[in-house]
């Protein structure tokens, strides 16, 4: 069974000789949360809007559920709900009032759309904030708001673009939150386009990186950083007591050094000061601290370091090889 539900074919989009979106290939399976992860300028909106049928793309073929973003994009905006970055309401309306406009524009009958609208508020946690004007309503209330407007028509997938922009932790928190709940609770496939890339990490199920309008990666974190990091996955960090005389440190050293060394899937360790870097293609933690505490040394600290999205985006787009 094909558990694809937008699938992206050679898609090429130019403005001229500018080349903005290159031969990109990619398949988002329902139900999964999808981050698309680049530096502003690598065609990550410029591809949401030719998902969308905002924008027709130069060459090559989308489709969402099915339909064709080209020439059946009306079935695919009733299938694709949209949180764009600059969320616009009308301020004069209540939350409430807002959404059931929203209803209304979807042709959705009263009475359904009353509870439907309700349900939202409480799920998005704007109930107690619903008879106030949208006008008063914070950044982030507008963005739940958002959330809920999305909803309204009851849609397959949901694309984000950029939405905890400008939010502060609290807020980016809870609609990151409210997002992840929606994929897991409700099968809806998210489509999240961030350049933050904590919250990429925690959210998505898998990322695609642009760089140049090219789709240069694509996995769960895990895949992506085993194949860049593969001689060393996991970094430990280990902190021993400094010896009283720093001229005679890497002798005071060298016995743990060498033990250290000597433990399989080992690949390199680094010292400054007291505090080992102990790279490793496997964990070796347990080995580690076993090492230093059998040979006398007093060990202060001992962390895990696992590469993350931060590492794998400057391996990527900061020089990396």
């Keep these: 069974m094909d558990?694809?539900?937008?699938?992206?074919?050679e898609l090429y989009k130019k403005y001229g000789s500018q080349t903005v979106v290159e031969n990109l290939c990619l398949n988002i399976k329902e139900g999964e949360v999808f981050g698309l992860l680049g530096p502003n300028g690598a065609g990550k909106s410029t591809t949401i809007r030719m998902i969308l049928g905002f924008s027709e793309p130069s060459s090559g073929s989308i489709t969402v559920g099915g339909y064709s973003s080209t020439s059946q994009a009306l079935k695919v905006k009733e299938l694709v709900g949209y949180l764009p970055e600059e969320v616009g309401f009308y301020n004069n309306l209540t939350g409430y009032e807002n959404l059931m406009y929203t209803a209304r524009l979807n042709r959705i009958p009263v009475q359904e759309a009353e509870e439907r609208v309700n349900n939202l508020?409480?799920?998005v946690n704007l109930t107690d904030e619903a008879t106030k004007k949208a006008g008063a309503y914070s950044r982030g209330m507008k963005q739940r708001l958002g959330l809920a407007d999305v909803l309204v028509k009851n849609p397959r997938v949901i694309i984000l673009d950029e939405p905890t922009l400008?939010?502060?932790?609290?807020?980016?928190?809870?609609?990151?939150?409210?997002?992840s709940d929606l994929s897991k609770n409700e099968g809806l496939t998210v489509l999240f386009s961030s350049h933050h890339l904590h919250q990429v990490q925690h959210i998505c199920d898998r990322v695609g990186l642009f760089v140049d309008g090219k789709l240069i990666a694509c996995d769960d974190i895990q895949s992506l950083s085993d194949g860049l990091f593969t001689k060393?996955?996991?970094v430990i960090e280990a902190k021993i007591n400094t010896p009283a005389s720093s001229t005679l440190k890497n002798n005071k050293y060298s016995a743990i050094i060498d033990k250290i060394g000597k433990i399989k899937d080992v690949t390199d360790i680094k010292i400054n000061d007291g505090l080992f870097t102990i790279e490793c293609s496997i964990d070796v933690t347990a080995d580690v601290a076993k090492a230093i505490v059998e040979n006398n040394y007093d060990l202060t600290y001992l962390n895990k370091k696992?590469?993350?999205?931060?590492?794998?985006?400057?391996?990527?787009?900061e020089g990396g090889e």
Aim: glycine share 10%.
């Design 166 to 179: 400008g939010l502060d932790p609290k807020g980016m928190k809870e609609l990151l939150g409210l997002i």
């Design 232 to 234: 060393s996955a996991i």
């Design 306 to 317: 696992e590469y993350g999205l931060d590492d794998i985006y400057h391996k990527y787009f």
């Design 3 to 9: 558990r694809n539900i937008i699938k992206i074919h």
């Design 121 to 123: 508020l409480q799920k």
